[in-house]
């Protein structure tokens, strides 16, 4: 073979023909790309350099540089590169390059801007729009990035990456019901993906559509055994479904995959605490904290777990986590020093504030006069709905409503819920006067008993719902048409339900024999009056629970299985609230036999009262 056949062979190896135009810039990058196709990077960059020598302007060339020194890894380069080649055509095909070496450095708002340009070139390019939503992930301006990704399944609805990204973005947004269409599409175009099970099952969970999100999961884990955030989510959704021994069996195949991960560890120390199994919960806590010494939710479980079994002393003090770590951003930015119990406080003026839910806050308010009796000028800041409630509490100076966004000059300051532990509270010592609230106005009481008219039967209010964000809402509340087979009893029922939900509205639209006023209840001091004109209160766990107890009302509660840590265990009574009964439900976890028992007990003490 001579010279010129050993060259011609050299070139045809390298995929350049020897043809008329072979040596041509766009054959040879036409050449170079299809090496760059093919892994062969050094023969790749030699036609690059001979069609640059040929020209050293050609565009597409200098964005085939930009691609070899991209898949090296050298984003400074390629961008120099794409820039290059962009000043002499701004292909949006090079602006994409472009945007996208600059993502891998980092530089998130000028590759928005870069991909914003290549849209406005081309904007029937799918693709592109799905650039553009990326980086405006990067940016954490995820609305924007929704738009975009749903731009791009607008061009091109087959775009898988598209619909996944823009379900996960849905997904983090709250948008439950568009996130479960994204996926399903995705599900459609790739059919068995695990990670488009495993978030559709995180989305229709959101949705309370717990079976479904059971079946995703099963099929993911079908695919990806050893998926440890499979089989912890596969347990939560069987926590939710009310299947604790079955959920106790996923977290442990997750911690065989992932031995150490706390938020497993805690989730199993849950369905423990569900099923009663105390020991075993408190031992899980203790691996998760020497997983994790730090780790303030494990933390904030073991202090509620504590006060549930009635260790008092640790569970007040394990609480205050909640300002240290848990909630950092929720935490009451005060510069006075924190009151708890410590210091004498006479002669100073003390802010008292609200920091859980309006139940917690009638409940703890039995401590404000307490603290006046130590001598100082008490100041109360809490929610709008209770200030009237709260203000004619003994020894409070002002009452501030958390809305008028100032606040009085103090010296120091104690959270509602900390002033159990400032005034070491023990099981045995629980202030639990008949009644703590200041008796409803005169005034409020006539009117409302003008709107009950004449008190001929007893008065039964009803409460079955409490706040649907709350995260053990599906076992506090029932729905309206369970109380239906208490309504046969001789007696005047009023509904002391706000905002009920769609399906309870209806339910009470359907039940003459409830009287509705709760049009009236413009703030709890209403509610209050209502109440105090009523012979007995039955609800579940909710803030009306505690405001009929703290006005010393007879008040029945509801409770699951396994209660909020204050309602304590296997226990009738409550400490906190003398005239309070509880009925629980046992271990089968349905509200049906507890709903029976007060109809029950509801019919004798009417009976007794008529034979009385």
Sequence with gaps: MNRRERRAAGRKSRGISSGPGA???????????????????????????????????????LHLMGLLSF?????????????????HDAKPQYLASLGTALQNLGRFEEAFQVFDKAVQLKPDAAVLWRFRGNVLVNLDRRDQ???????????????????????????????????????????????????????????????????????????A?????????????????????????EA?????????????????????AFSLIELRRFDDAFAVYDRSKAVDPGHAATDWNVALLQMMTGNFEAGWAGREVRWKKLLPGDAPKLSKPIWLGDEAIAGKTILLHSDEGLGDAIQFARYVPMVAARGARVILAIEDAVCPLLSGLSGVLECVPKSAGRLPAFDLHCPLSSLPLAFGTRLDSIPAEKSYLAPPAADRLRNWGDRLGPHKRFRVGLVWSGNP????????????????????????FVSLQKDPRPDDRAALLERPEIVDPTAHLTDFAETAALVSCLDLVITVDTSVAHLAGALGRPTWILLPYTPDYRW????????????????????????????????????AMISARKTS
């Excluded at 054959?27 to 640059?52: I, K, P, S, T, V």
């Excluded at 898949?71 to 000043?87: K, M, P, S, T």
């Excluded at 884990?221 to 021994?245: F, K, M, W, Y």
């Excluded at 729905?479 to 046969?488: S, T, V």
Aim: with cysteine.
């Design 469 to 492: 964000k709350h995260n053990n809402d599906r076992n506090r509340s029932i729905p309206l048409r369970m109380l239906a087979r208490i309504l046969d009893v001789d007696a005047t």
């Design 23 to 61: 040596n041509t810039p766009a054959a040879l990058c036409d050449a170079g790309m299809r090496h760059l196709r093919a892994e062969q990077y050094l023969d790749a960059q030699l036609c690059c350099q001979q069609a640059l020598e040929a020209d050293p302007d050609h565009a597409d060339t």
């Design 568 to 603: 304590l265990l296997d226990r009738d009574d409550s400490p906190w609230y003398p005239t309070v009964r509880l009925f629980r439900q046992a271990a089968t976890r349905e509200y049906g036999s507890v709903v029976d028992r007060v109809r029950a007990e509801l019919q």
């Design 145 to 219: 990035a929704v738009l975009s990704y749903q731009q791009a399944l607008k061009l091109d609805p087959r775009d898988r990456d598209a619909a996944y990204n823009s379900g996960a973005l849905l997904l983090q947004l709250g948008r439950l019901d568009e996130a479960v269409s994204c996926f399903n599409l995705c599900d459609q175009l790739q059919g068995d993906h695990a990670p488009t099970l495993q978030k559709r099952a995180l989305a229709l969970g959101g949705l309370e559509r717990f079976e479904e999100a059971l079946a995703d999961n099963k099929r």
């Design 221 to 245: 884990h079908a695919l990806d055994p050893t998926n440890a955030d499979v089989c912890n989510s596969t347990g939560t959704i069987l926590q939710s479904l009310g299947r604790n021994e």
């Design 248 to 268: 106790l069996s996923w977290f442990d195949r997750s911690l065989e995959h992932r031995p150490n991960h706390v938020e497993t560890l805690n989730n199993k």
């Design 71 to 87: 898949h090296a890894a050298q984003y400074d380069l390629a961008v120099e590169w794409f820039l290059r080649a962009i000043r």
